[in-house]
């Protein structure tokens, strides 16, 4: 398989954005679109892998955004601008809070812009199109929105489920860290994923769970906790694995997570 690339140059964001940023460049190495941070050479003798990058990612809340305002872009290099005030050449803007599925969208229209600049494909999304749109939303009655839930996650890893979701191809993912929103999230909206920590004692998970398996039975749901793990010892491992499976989840994973069973299921979607 032959592997394109996408190089990011990113301006400004908060650390937690930063951390998502650089696991959906993580994550996407498995895919045919690649993405990765671009970064300029600090050596004038040094080898830079490319002049610029092919998209520049920008914060237009942090002080260096003032430069991309002023001086002009690269040519084909597209303008990704978050937030307020942003400046007529940008390529797209999105507001916060971010949704990462919208990143994953325009990062890859990048790469089918760059083949209709080339002449390779007869297609015209150099111009921004509705997210809502682009991102499978309800358009007419009927229509289907692949959506997620998750239940009692860290902020941690609930950026991490975000990003290797919109990687799988859910484009909405709900949050829930108390029962009575999840209730109603689950009366609202149909899924086609759903992630339980069972480790979160502030409320019943377990009572969720089985209700969410009940409710959407053809939907993938996983249970994640500490006590899949090795150090949970034999009998308790054996003890939780038991109990969930007899609820009717798909799968069991260990806290903190391993990339590679996650995206092993979550692939399934």
């Known amino acids: 398989m032959h592997k394109q690339r996408i190089l990011v140059s990113v301006v400004g964001f908060s650390d937690v954005e930063r951390h998502a940023l650089n696991t959906i460049f993580r994550l996407s190495q498995d895919r045919e679109l690649t993405y990765a941070l671009w970064m300029p050479s600090r050596s004038p003798s040094a080898p830079s892998p490319a002049a610029v990058a092919q998209v520049a990612l920008v914060d237009g809340e942090s002080l260096e955004a003032v430069l991309s305002h002023a001086k002009e872009m690269p040519p084909g290099q597209r303008l990704i601008w978050v937030g307020p005030d942003a400046p007529a050449h940008a390529w797209r803007v999105m507001q916060r809070p971010m949704d990462w599925a919208a990143v994953l969208h325009?990062?890859?229209?990048?790469?089918?812009?760059?083949?209709?600049?080339?002449?390779?494909?007869?297609?015209?999304?150099?111009?921004?199109?509705?997210?809502?749109?682009?991102?499978?939303?309800?358009?007419?009655?009927?229509?289907?929105?692949?959506?997620?839930?998750?239940?009692?996650?860290?902020?941690?890893?609930?950026?991490?489920?975000?990003?290797?979701?919109?990687?799988?191809?859910?484009?909405?993912?709900?949050?829930?860290?108390?029962?009575?929103?999840?209730?109603?999230?689950?009366?609202?909206?149909?899924?086609?994923?759903?992630?339980?920590?069972?480790?979160?004692?502030?409320?019943?998970?377990?009572?969720l769970m089985r209700h969410f398996v009940e409710r959407y039975p053809q939907a993938l749901t996983l249970a994640t906790t500490e006590l899949a793990g090795p150090l949970a010892g034999w009998w308790r491992r054996m003890r939780v694995r038991r109990d969930v499976y007899r609820v009717g989840i798909s799968a069991l994973l260990e806290r903190p997570f391993r990339p590679s069973q996650v995206s092993q299921w979550l692939d399934l979607i």
Not at 124 to 142: F, N, Q
Not at 153 to 176: F, N, P, S
């Open 106 to 207: 325009d990062l890859d229209a990048v790469y089918a812009a760059h083949r209709w600049d080339s002449g390779m494909v007869d297609l015209d999304v150099t111009s921004p199109a509705p997210l809502d749109v682009a991102l499978g939303a309800l358009s007419e009655p009927g229509d289907f929105v692949r959506r997620a839930v998750v239940v009692g996650t860290d902020e941690q890893e609930g950026t991490y489920l975000r990003t290797r979701l919109a990687l799988a191809g859910v484009a909405h993912v709900d949050e829930a860290s108390d029962a009575a929103h999840a209730l109603e999230l689950m009366s609202r909206y149909r899924y086609v994923c759903g992630v339980f920590n069972l480790d979160d004692h502030r409320m019943d998970v377990w009572a």
